[in-house]
């Protein structure tokens, strides 16, 4: 049962994780556990300063290290208490490593972690280089604060708890299809602005619907992402069949070579 414990200084952006939805669930059934900590709270100073301008000069503020460590010291008491071993400390910051499946899938299984939810220009770096285990970005965009990337990573470790998700295929689909993008999908009407749904779909054959889909999602993630494909081959997680379409693929890039996959 993963366990998180949240350092942040707006703890009221994950009480909505707690009221609604798939996380709802998952913490209402004890599979998730949240817990956040301000380090407002361990501030020491007639104003229980946070943060303090850069070093060296330059826009913006830095915050500091002493109330992160205090509620850092906080969290973990807590979780000592609470039984449970030592936790990895993970920072969401704009320099971290983008966030993956198969790190979401590993605290799944696993008893949590503390989240330093990072704010302003950035957290003192004597804090990450002593504390902080790994850094973790959502990607090259740009947002105001580690926050939302914290709601992020525990929206997708609930989805993964046993029984939260209400059905089983879908969490088991994921590791299927596991480092591909999804095929497409469609439902009723068969017709749509005179727009079919594929017959195959339509089939009742299912051998042949799982094919085609395991076919668009390789076409897919060929032409949008190519080095996912690229990645599968060289893990060796590509069947016959796959290595087959993929050669396919490869032969109509070389007539075409309209498209990223171009480079691959
Ligand atoms: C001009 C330098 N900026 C870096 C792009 C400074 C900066 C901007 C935004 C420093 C921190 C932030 C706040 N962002 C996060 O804390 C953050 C983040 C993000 O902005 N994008 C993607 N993932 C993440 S994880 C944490």
Known sequence: MPRFDVLTLFAGYFEPLRSQGICRRAFDSGALQLHAWNPRDHASGAHRSVDDRPYGGGPGMVMLAEPLLGALRAAQAARREAGLGAAPVLLFSPTGRALRQPEVQELAASEGAVLVCGRYEGVDQRFIDRYVDR????????????????????????????????????????????GLLDCPHYTRPPSFEGSEVPQVLQSGDHARIARWRRDRMIELSWLRRPELVLELERA??????????????????AETSGDASGQA
Do not use: C, K, W, Y
Not at 147 to 159: G, H, K, N, Q, S
Not at 160 to 168: F, N, Y
């Open 135 to 178: 850094e973790i970005s959502l990607g090259d965009f740009v947002l105001s604060g580690g926050e939302i990337p914290a709601m992020a990573l525990i929206d997708a470790v609930a989805r993964l708890q046993p029984g939260v998700l209400g059905d089983e295929l879908s969490a088991q689909q994921d590791s299927f299809s596991d």
């Open 236 to 253: 060796g997680r590509l069947d016959r069949h796959d290595l087959r379409m993929l050669a396919t693929l490869r032969a109509r890039n």
